[in-house]
């Protein structure tokens, strides 16, 4: 099993928390990306798995659908030249609102796209300006609409809490509202402060505060309270899921196997290796249009590291590490490995100490100090 990333570094305009890898005003350059994507997903050298077939594949960024339709469709088909995928292989798309009309809705679906992930962020007008985002709350709903309408079942939502000014009831509001519009998948992430952004030069000239720790666990706690009670799973610390509609492709880092991925930074893991790509989009072309590889780094990973990966990404997951995943990867249980820890945390509260070592509720709001001792 193993899936593909593909980055799409481009956006429309560059959002006041925006730490990723992607940029606005680069219009003329899309074309030359394609370009250098589709080469490197048909010709890459590395995979050497033999026929494994690709049970997902991410169109991540960025805003992957912000390039043109015809671009979109030449990296799926290079993604379809290149590998053999699984029937059922879970094919995701991130989008934002303002890039979602009907025309290309139903492009994305005719293309084989069977789940899109949308990035609301919030509901609340006032707050999506203070994240310059580049759509309304009226967009964001009606972009989620025309997704059920053309026939898209599995769409995720992300939301944003603890931004500067949001209150528990604002929080509510964008909960509320959102389980209304009834998506598959919720995933929500704190709000965290990058340094160089617009966002941290306002708090910095004191135009806007930052959210205090306290109110953010109260605002987490609110979010998994809420939507387990509207029949949603708590899966993954960050993620929800209602019908079984668990992202494949998160999965497959969570459970720490194999993904490759394609574009400018897009990081690859191979049983013990691995890579990264140029994050730079034009060092990146620039290295593929002279045959060579876009890769600056490839680090091969001890057993030592291997296990105390999968330990914190599988501690992750809500139901914790499995034991007979970990050993058939390793030859040995996690509590052979990390029982003196495990009975640490345990005596802390942090962690549930059985067969199947996972995450309390206590440990929920301080699993990257959880995750820390694992490292
Ligand atoms: S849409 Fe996403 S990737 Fe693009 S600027 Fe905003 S936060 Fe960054």
Request: with cysteine.
């Amino acid at each position: 099993m193993f899936g593909l990333y593909i980055h799409i570094p481009f956006c429309r305009r560059k959002c006041s928390y925006c730490d990723f890898n992607s940029y606005a005003g680069m219009e003329d350059f899309h074309v030359s990306y394609v370009d250098a994507l589709v080469k490197e997903i048909k010709f890459n050298p590395s995979y050497p798995g033999g026929l494994r077939e690709v049970i997902s594949i991410y169109l991540g960024g960025g805003t992957p659908t912000f390039l043109h339709h015809s671009l979109l469709e030449r990296v799926l088909c290079a993604c379809h030249d290149g590998f053999i995928l699984s029937p059922e292989a879970e094919i995701s798309i991130e989008a934002n609102p303002e890039t979602l009309d009907g025309e290309t809705l139903r492009f994305l679906k005719r293309m084989g796209f069977n789940r899109l992930s949308i990035g609301i962020q919030s509901l609340n007008d006032r707050l999506l300006r203070i994240l310059g985002r580049g759509h309304t709350v009226e967009e964001a709903v009606e972009a989620l609409l025309i997704a059920r309408k053309v026939g898209f079942e599995n769409v995720n939502v992300d939301l944003i809490f603890g931004i500067p000014t949001e209150s528990l009831g604002d929080w509510m509001r964008t909960l509320q509202r959102v389980i209304d519009l009834e998506p598959t998948h919720i995933s929500t992430y704190p709000l965290e402060i990058y340094p160089g952004t617009e966002m941290e030069r306002r708090i910095l000239r004191g135009e806007l505060e930052e959210v205090g720790e306290d109110e953010q666990a109260d605002m987490y706690l609110l979010a998994r309270d809420l939507l387990t009670l509207h029949g949603f799973e708590h899966y993954e610390i960050s993620n929800f899921t209602r019908d079984g509609y668990r992202c494949r492709h998160n999965l497959l880092y969570w459970e720490n196997d194999d993904y490759l991925g394609f574009g400018a930074g897009a990081h690859s893991h191979l049983g013990n290796i691995r890579f990264c790509n140029l994050s730079d989009p034009l060092q990146y072309v620039g290295e593929i249009k002279k045959r060579r590889s876009a890769r600056i780094r490839r680090d091969e990973l001890t057993r030592e590291m291997l296990l105390s990966e999968t330990m914190f990404l599988n501690l992750r997951l809500l139901e914790g590490v499995d034991p007979k995943r970990f050993g058939e990867k390793f030859g040995l249980l996690p509590q052979d490995v990390y029982g003196e820890k495990l009975r640490d945390l345990a005596q802390k509260g942090l962690v549930n100490f059985g067969e199947r070592p996972k995450l309390t509720e206590k440990g929920l709001l301080l699993a990257n100090y959880v995750f820390s001792e694992f490292l």
